[in-house]
């Protein structure tokens, strides 16, 4: 039953996908605020079409702590999942990812026209001058940053250390950092097709103060809680 319905989901996960990517194009000429309102309704689709197909739901907790200036977002990476509940969760917002998923078709074309922080993971230092510049650029101009400070999906009960690119753009720009906790990886696991039902929790946290500080106590300070959050939820 579980793949069947993960199978239905697939199915109108692709569809979405095609619509979406026309629509995409359609309102490619109009302002960021316009395109992200339209594209990012593909992840409000999915949550949806997720519960609806998979019985996956979600429960937010700490939405209290998320400050009206927008910030950087760290967040655990355990999923495909947290990419699409970020967006409905948080106000607009842009990723830092890797370059390569802008290549594929349809899904790549809607990605591209959100402006996100398409980075040359080949070059570490050509990267992170990528973040630094474009993340300066896309905070100034109001939007929140998404970085995965671990650089990849890891498992649940398994951490990998952070990395020092989005604390460094924090400690130079002075935004303050909002951790997120969450376990979709027990529902939706990485490199899996199937999708287990069931209620993923997602917790934020107080913001981290970043002006006057070194990345160093930056990232020390957002994995800490992050971690013991972790344990707490599992």
């Not at 109009?30 to 979600?58: E, Q, T």
Request: proline content about 9%; charged content about 20%.
């Amino acid at each position: 039953m579980i793949l069947l319905r993960s199978l239905l989901f697939t199915m109108g996960q692709v569809l979405a996908t095609l619509v979406f990517a026309v629509l995409a194009l359609l309102v490619a000429p109009f302002p960021f605020r316009i395109r992200y309102a339209v594209i990012s309704r593909w992840a409000r689709f999915n949550l949806w079409w997720l519960k609806w197909s998979c019985g996956l739901d979600y429960r937010v907790s700490g939405t209290e702590h998320i400050p009206p200036r927008n910030g950087i977002i760290f967040c655990k990476h355990q999923s495909a999942w947290e990419t699409l509940a970020l967006q409905c969760i948080f106000p607009p917002q842009v990723w830092v990812l890797k370059r390569e998923l802008l290549w594929i078709p349809f899904f790549g074309w809607g990605l591209a026209l959100l402006e996100p922080i398409a980075i040359d993971r080949s070059s570490p230092r050509r990267a992170l001058r990528q973040l630094l510049e474009q993340g300066r650029q896309r905070l100034e101009s109001g939007r929140w940053v998404v970085i995965f400070p671990e650089g990849t999906r890891v498992p649940p009960g398994e951490h990998a250390p952070f990395q020092s690119g989005g604390a460094v753009l924090a400690a130079r720009t002075g935004y303050p950092v909002v951790p997120v906790a969450h376990n979709a990886g027990k529902y939706w696991p990485r490199r899996s097709f199937l999708k287990y039902p069931g209620t993923i929790e997602v917790v934020i946290g107080p913001p981290v103060e970043t002006q006057g500080r070194t990345p160093q106590e930056i990232n020390h300070e957002a994995e800490a809680w992050i971690r013991a959050q972790m344990e707490r939820i599992g």
